[in-house]
């Protein structure tokens, strides 16, 4: 059998549910890369890496992604191969390969394959594909067609993993925000084109002009479509994205944070907690950890998205650091590391104070793992 990638993690999907599940794993000190269609239809663009496919590149947050062209090139940006012109570490950015039946899953050989293409069914994912599988939402069953299932429903499970069995069904109604579920997310009422008549970010006025569809008829139909609420337009589709009718082309959100339309949400954290806890149950660590399981980085290595380290004592309030570059972060790992390994007592301050390190737990609250 031939041996998988340790560390890399293969998401299939790069909307905006699926860039939560990549910000946390690449967060965590995971080797990340995407899969995608040559036409994702994401609608909460500013939150989805998948505008990488039509623009070459994305952020959100601090992620960055970027559109590369073969699976050798995307190996080369995590550092498994060394390319000319390319470094033999791993790259700043995540790369999104077009590949939407997974055809390159030979050359990538990843450690994990996480389905979050979340179309409420199985459009190709098995077990066997990788040495750990996980699916997002409906249309899986857990230890049959995936190792674990996450819940993607909203409500009490939301973001639980699966060991047997599937997710609740798909309800057809999106979950309720501010009063308000199936009339905040807009659907085409004809097959057309997508004008918008406005921009993500925007907020609206009930009755406020939103977008509108030109008929795919030819008979010069015009439809416009008005926010239903006051609100914010948090999600919208491209301009000439050609839509079928029922097509989810808009989403407004009538709690109207500015903030909501430029980061990862708390449904898409709490799913991709889910990935993250079922991929550390499953035994397996990031490349940056040691080979022992500790929670310091291998000497000379660093994860340049890791939250900023925070010296946690038992007497007193955390106390984040300044915002540092990866070398000096590397220098600061290295001190604590001497000065203080996991589990020793610190000299100075109370008898009963400890440090731990901070980059996996942001918060730095309950058990740190041995």
């Known amino acids: 059998m031939i041996p998988c990638r340790k560390g890399f993690i293969l998401v299939r999907g790069a909307g905006d549910i699926a860039t939560g599940v990549i910000l946390r794993l690449v967060h965590a000190g995971f080797r990340v890369a995407a899969l ?3 036409k994702p239809t994401a609608i909460r663009r500013t939150v989805a890496l998948s505008e990488a496919v039509y623009d070459g590149e994305a952020q959100v947050e601090n992620i960055r992604a970027r559109r590369i062209a073969s699976p050798d090139e995307l190996l080369g940006l995590l550092g498994f191969l060394e390319l000319p012109g390319l470094p033999g570490l791993p790259s700043a950015f995540v790369p999104i390969l077009v590949d939407p039946d997974a055809t390159s899953l030979e050359v990538l050989r990843p450690e994990v394959l996480v389905d979050a293409i979340l179309a409420k069914r199985n459009t190709g994912t098995s077990i066997g594909m990788a040495p750990l599988t996980i699916a997002l939402g409906p249309g899986f069953e857990a230890a049959v067609d995936v190792h674990f299932v996450v819940e993607t429903n909203r409500g009490h499970t939301l973001g639980r993993v699966i060991a047997s069995g599937s997710a609740e069904p798909d309800t057809g109604i999106p979950g309720e925000i501010g009063g308000f579920a199936r009339e905040r997310v807009l659907k085409s009422p004809i097959a057309g084109i997508v004008e918008p008549l406005c921009a993500i970010g925007d ?3 009930s009755g406020d002009p939103l977008l509108a569809i030109h008929a795919a008829s030819g008979d010069r139909e015009r439809i416009v479509l008005v926010s239903p609420f006051d609100g914010i337009v948090r999600g919208l589709l491209r301009s000439g994205f050609e839509v079928t009718q029922g097509f ?3 989403d407004v959100d009538p709690r109207c944070r500015p903030e909501h339309c430029r980061t990862v949400s708390d449904k898409a954290l709490a799913i991709a907690g889910g990935v993250l806890e079922a991929v550390m149950a499953a035994g ?3 490349p940056i950890w040691s080979k022992a399981g500790d929670m310091w980085p291998q000497a000379g290595s660093v994860n340049p998205h890791a ?3 925070v010296i946690h004592y038992s007497d007193s309030e955390e106390k984040p650091s300044d915002a540092k570059t990866p070398e000096d972060r590397r220098d ?3 001190t604590l590391r001497d000065a203080c390994p996991f589990g020793a007592r610190r000299s100075g301050g109370s008898e009963e104070g400890r440090c731990r390190p901070a980059a996996a737990f942001r918060h730095g609250r309950g058990r740190t793992p041995g």
């Open 203 to 205: 907020k609206l006025r």
């Open 307 to 309: 939250p900023a380290i």
């Open 332 to 334: 600061e790992l290295r």
């Open 284 to 286: 397996l660590r990031p």
């Open 248 to 250: 989810k082309i808009a």
């Open 36 to 38: 995608e269609t040559e």
